[in-house]
């Protein structure tokens, strides 16, 4: 039963690879939700492919009863309804038994955020690093505070990307979509900057300058400098900067770009290109901004606030 158990995820996991050009960290995320509902419907003697609604059920409160939160149960099922959208395409079954099922109801929760000082106080420590190890940070800290680069997107940026001189960036995001990002001033001089102690982070050998397409080169088995590294790294300056190493991760970066741009002026359309998101609906998580602005705009601006 263990072989056939993983037939149809497996067959699942394929399509998302080869026909949604799903990104490995996507799929990794599937192949875990989807493993664990195979194993819960396995101990009642079931395959996942043909879970009734009710076993499906259970599963949902399963997960509450463990305690997980709403935003996680809400992600695994999302994962379940793809997975058996897929099932009734191939025709295993003429049913969908997630179809009836909604989400637990999340409040919607607002990005955390850095405010200007605070990334200053990163970037001031980052600036502190001495050596070759000192540039390459500040090189990432600056791209990733320009453009609000998802992390897999920074530590996997190709040389390419940067042509000299030009004030944008090439970035391959989620499924292999294209998109040009501004880069300011600082972000290029830093840039420049690493590109002359490059090959310091690659392999020893002749040609590896030229083999290792990656901007942020290393000598590690994956040729770049991995997430999980680069975390490491925002958390060390964090605790340099004098912040809660707790409140500071790549993302809270991203959502930090995001926020200041948008509480200086940027349209919000023009900030969706930018993130990379599919649908506006994702880039108005950061509303909240431009609430907080016209809220103080009011305050300070409006007549009867004067009186």
């Known amino acids: 039963m263990a072989d056939l158990t993983f037939t149809w995820v497996e067959s699942f996991l394929n399509m998302m690879r080869s026909t949604r ?52 149960a809400a992600r695994r099922l999302s994962a379940l309804k793809r997975f058996f959208r897929f099932i009734l395409d191939m025709g295993f079954r003429d049913d969908n038994p997630t179809t009836s099922l909604d989400g637990p109801k999340r409040g919607q929760r607002l990005p955390k955020y850095l405010n200007e000082t605070e990334v200053d106080a990163l970037l001031e420590a980052a600036r502190r690093r001495p050596g070759a190890d000192g540039i390459r940070i500040l090189a990432l800290m600056e791209i990733l505070y320009a453009t609000g680069l998802r992390v897999t997107e920074l530590v996997t940026l190709p040389v390419s990307s940067f042509v000299r001189e030009s004030p944008v960036v090439t970035v ?43 901007l942020f080169a290393s000598r590690g088995k994956e040729g770049h400098l991995t997430r999980a590294r680069f975390g490491q790294v925002i958390k060390e300056l964090a605790v340099e900067a004098g912040l809660d190493r707790r409140r500071v991760s790549p993302h809270v970066l991203r959502h930090s770009f995001a926020s200041h741009l948008l509480a200086n002026g940027a349209d ?40």
């Open 21 to 72: 050009n799903a990104s490995q960290n996507t799929l990794a995320a599937y192949r875990r939700d989807l493993t664990e509902f195979a194993l819960f419907v396995g101990r009642r003697q079931t395959l996942p492919e043909r879970a009734s609604v009710a076993q499906i059920r259970a599963y949902l409160k399963a997960l509450d009863d463990r305690g997980l939160s709403a935003a996680t």
């Open 268 to 307: 919000l359309r023009a900030l969706q290109q930018m993130l990379g998101h599919a649908d506006i609906s994702t880039t108005q998580i950061y509303t909240h901004v431009l609430e907080e602005r016209l809220r103080s705009l009011v305050e300070t601006a409006h007549p009867l606030a004067q009186m």
């Open 172 to 214: 391959t995001g989620k499924g292999g979509r294209e998109r040009m990002v501004p880069l300011g001033e600082p972000a290029q001089d830093a840039v420049r900057d690493y590109l002359m102690v490059r090959e310091s982070f690659l392999p020893k050998g002749r040609g590896t300058s030229r083999t290792n397409k990656f």
